[in-house]
């Protein structure tokens, strides 16, 4: 799943993902709200189908309007332990702030901290 608010950055990200042929499924959301809404939704549709719809990765942007990237991880937070544990964030941002990189390193829901733009060598890495 990409969550970032930047159409181009998505767009970027989706063809690097899809041509390192890595994936099933690349879930896209342009606001933190309706990738927290979607995986609310997968969550009733996995328990209710049995079946795993939730992303086991996803990418998350920092800088965006009206739900910034920490807090889509506090409503995340908030989420079945089971949707916690099988989907893990990698925040993949433009920021250099070095607090954003502190805040982001004493998160314990995020795995790494990439800066944008996502690279062949980062998929391989993951």
């Known amino acids: 799943m990409l969550i970032d608010d930047n159409e181009i950055d998505n767009l970027i990200n989706q063809k690097m993902i899809e041509s390192a042929s890595i994936c099933d499924r690349i879930f896209v959301h342009t606001g ?40 889509f991880l506090d409503e995340f937070e908030k989420l079945s332990e089971s949707t916690r ?24 829901l995020i795995v790494k901290y990439l800066n944008k733009p996502l690279s062949q060598e980062n998929l391989k890495k993951l």
């Open 85 to 108: 544990e099988h989907s893990k964030i990698i925040m993949l941002t433009s920021s250099l702030n070095p607090l954003d990189m502190q805040k982001a390193k004493k998160n314990k």
């Open 32 to 71: 933190a709200k309706s990738a927290i809404e979607f995986l609310k939704n997968m969550e009733k549709l996995a328990i209710e189908s049995k079946e795993g719809f939730l992303p086991e990765i996803i990418f998350l942007d920092i800088d965006m309007p009206l739900m910034d990237g920490f807090q």
